[in-house]
């Protein structure tokens, strides 16, 4: 698992609100990562709002119009299980593409907590569960903070 080297880092979210867009697809692995986003923006103080949509493909258009909407930052949250069809190729690369280009084309962060996985074991050792190594919905929550935080800071 890549969880070594994970910076520790806790932005203030005072003031911020998130819109946390999560997949219906595998329901418990979806239920830890929404948990480990919204223990995330309670911790930061950001004031959160949970949508939810189909399945992965179609966080980018979600996304895009809660960014639109005037959110501080977006959070999605799937996961793709990799199966005997090259559907897990196409759904992660419109995921990732997608996500990229509403975050460059709005200016907007959004928090990367898609997880791609070769199994369900995997998928649930990333996803904030009892037991689970890693928290992604938390993870990906915070570097949507921190990145929130960051843009905030430059000027020309």
């Known amino acids: 698992m890549s969880g070594a080297g ?3 880092i806790l932005p203030n979210g005072t003031g911020v609100t998130i819109a946390i867009i999560a997949a219906s697809w595998h329901e418990v692995v979806m239920n830890g990562l929404i948990d480990g986003a919204e223990r995330a923006c309670a ?3 950001a004031t959160a709002m949970l949508y939810r949509v189909p399945g992965t493909f179609e966080l980018s258009l979600a996304a895009q119009k809660a960014a639109a909407a005037g959110f501080d930052a977006v959070v999605a949250l799937g996961v793709v299980i990799r199966g005997d069809t090259p ?8 995921a990732t593409d997608g996500l990229n280009r509403v975050s460059l084309d709005s200016g907007t962060p959004i928090g990367f907590g898609v997880l791609t996985c070769d199994d369900e074991a995997q998928a649930l050792a990333r996803a904030g569960l009892v037991g689970s190594k890693e928290d992604k919905g938390f993870e990906a929550t915070v570097a949507a903070l921190a ?3 960051t843009i905030r800071g430059i000027r020309l």
Not at 87 to 94: E, G, L, Q, R
């Open 6 to 8: 994970a910076p520790t």
């Open 43 to 45: 911790e930061t103080g």
């Open 87 to 94: 559907h897990f190729d196409y759904v992660c690369s419109a």
């Open 147 to 149: 990145l929130l935080e």
